[in-house]
């Protein structure tokens, strides 16, 4: 047995914002994925996903019994595939901020839940809302608290536009250019980062006024301003309000950058090379790149591992 594959996915913009209604902008990125799969000999690997899926059932048990109207589960088939040894194969990096468990969640979904919402139905604003919502309680399992993007992402395989946290659509994102100068890149900071420390951070820092009033001020504004710029594909000023957008994260976001990239964040500030930003809840994981000139780009980060995302 396998199963249909799921992607990875990157949230160019909105992290962190989108807990406050900011603009967002999902796209799945092909690089990584994951599937369902079983086997005669598994690997440690193997044996290790199998219990974390045998610890995830009772969950969705107690969700489906919480809640029977949000989403209800074949649990007997489920159970049967997971005593025989199903697992979930990946090679989308755990604790990276590409969405491995989103990946999980779309691939559990879309096998065992039952009357589920399909990507070939017509995907009105209420469906999307549903799943995002029937995925955010289900990947709560892995995070504490989820918006459900990842796995919505991972599941439908198309960039999605967040708007406000009740106003989500399917997007078309400008074509790529694979001889452009310009480019979205990650840059691996070697580092596994967790995603329950970092949002519990941002939570306790939210009981501060300042920090609200900076979040309102600056970095919704910024982040709504970069997805703008991104989808009406006016690169000048996306460049503008994305360096805006990596100084207010270096001075209000410290805890969630690794201290030893807290330097080439600045010095990208400085040179105008690149502009760095966080990828997911930070911590470590990758961190996302912009540039203009990708050759310069790699030229001043050449003792790191760039991988490039998205050309223009």
């Excluded at 995002?132 to 459900?148: A, D, L, R, V, W």
Aim: with cysteine; glycine share 8%; charged share 20%.
């Amino acid at each position: 047995m396998k199963g249909p594959l799921f992607y990875s996915k990157i949230l160019l913009f909105g992290e962190y914002g989108i807990i406050r209604d900011s603009k967002g902008l999902s796209i799945p990125y092909n690089f990584y994925n994951g599937a369902l799969k079983k086997e005669e000999n598994p690997s440690a690997e193997a044996i290790k996903s199998n219990a974390n899926l045998r610890r995830f059932v009772p969950y969705l048990e107690t969700l489906q019994n919480e809640q029977p109207s949000l989403v209800t589960f074949d649990l007997t088939t489920l159970n049967s595939d997971i005593e025989s040894g199903m697992y979930f194969d990946s090679s989308i990096p755990q604790g990276y901020g590409v969405g491995s468990s989103g990946a999980l969640v779309a691939a559990i979904y879309d096998k065992y839940a039952q009357n589920k919402i399909t990507v070939l139905e017509n995907l009105t604003r209420e469906k999307l809302l549903q799943l995002k919502n029937i995925f955010s309680q289900m990947e709560s399992f892995f995070h504490g608290k989820s918006s459900g993007l990842d796995p919505l992402n991972s599941y439908l395989s198309i960039p999605i536009l967040i708007n406000s946290k009740d106003n989500i659509e399917a997007t078309g994102i400008p074509t790529q250019s694979f001889d452009g100068k310009g480019a979205v890149f990650l840059l691996d900071s070697g580092i596994v980062g967790e995603t329950a420390p970092m949002v519990n951070i941002f939570m306790e820092n939210l009981k501060d006024k300042g920090f609200r009033a900076m979040l309102k001020n600056q970095f919704v504004k910024y982040t709504d301003a970069c997805v703008e710029n991104f989808l009406g594909g006016d690169m000048k000023s996306l460049f503008m309000n994305t360096k805006k957008l990596s100084k207010v994260v270096l001075n209000n976001f410290k805890p969630m950058i690794p201290e030893q990239f807290h330097g080439i964040w600045q010095q990208g500030i400085d040179s105008n090379d690149y502009y760095l930003k966080l990828c997911g809840s930070g911590g470590g994981g990758y961190i996302l790149g912009f540039t203009e000139d990708l050759e310069k780009a790699k030229a001043s980060l050449k003792d790191y591992k760039l991988e490039v995302v998205y050309q223009f």
